[in-house]
């Protein structure tokens, strides 16, 4: 199982980009995906998660401005940010809680992770 992110790209203040994270391989059943981030000199921190039903969730300093969405059938999640601020810079990683072929157990798996940057 794999995830692969990409999206990320250089943005200026106020301005929007979306970023994708595919999940591949031989996948059962995805259950939450999700977004994390880092900053340089940062703890990574979640962004924002989505439920298997499309419930969305949101650390309190991207609500109003990001949004979440994923699409079942293309194992994707998706990472809509709009105003975006010189302190959303960060590397931007995915990652969901997947039940892999074959397997008993969840497993969260990570994507690689892509850069945000914004700047004027």
């Known amino acids: 199982v794999q995830l692969q992110a990409s999206g990320g790209g250089l943005v200026q203040p106020g301005g929007s980009l979306r970023l994708s994270c595919a999940a591949s391989?031989?996948?059962?059943?995805?259950?939450?995906m999700a977004w994390y981030r880092q900053a340089p000199g940062k703890q990574r921190e979640l962004v924002a998660t989505?439920?298997?039903?499309?419930?969305?969730n949101y650390a309190d300093f991207v609500k109003g401005r990001f949004t979440i969405s994923r699409d079942n059938a293309k194992n994707t999640v998706y990472l809509q940010m709009s105003s975006l601020k010189p302190e959303d810079t960060a590397v931007y990683y995915c990652n969901a809680f997947i039940l892999p072929s074959g397997s008993s157990y969840y497993n969260h798996y990570w994507g690689q992770g892509t850069q945000v940057t914004v700047s004027s």
């Open positions: 989505i439920t298997s039903g499309h419930i969305g």
């Open positions: 391989g031989s996948i059962y059943n995805i259950n939450l």
